[in-house]
């Protein structure tokens, strides 16, 4: 799988987690302590996120990180 299909696998997959739970950016950017920025980059598979920023995710989404992918 290349960088760019993993990239908006994962961001698709945290959009969805967050939109499941009514979250928005800002308030799941707050939760993670993370910025609103951030996460949108992600989302938007602009920016590959570091393997802790993962499991930061993973947890407060309560799923394994093997979720994302």
Request: with cysteine; net charge positive.
């Amino acid at each position: 799988m290349g960088t760019r299909k993993l990239r908006n696998q994962i961001g698709k997959k945290i959009k969805e987690l967050r939109r499941e739970r009514d979250l928005s950016q800002e308030k799941l950017a707050e939760c993670v302590n993370m910025s609103r920025e951030h996460i949108s980059c992600i989302e938007c598979g602009k920016n590959m996120t570091s393997i802790d920023t993962l499991y930061k995710l993973a947890d407060f989404f309560g799923i394994d990180i093997k979720d994302f992918f």
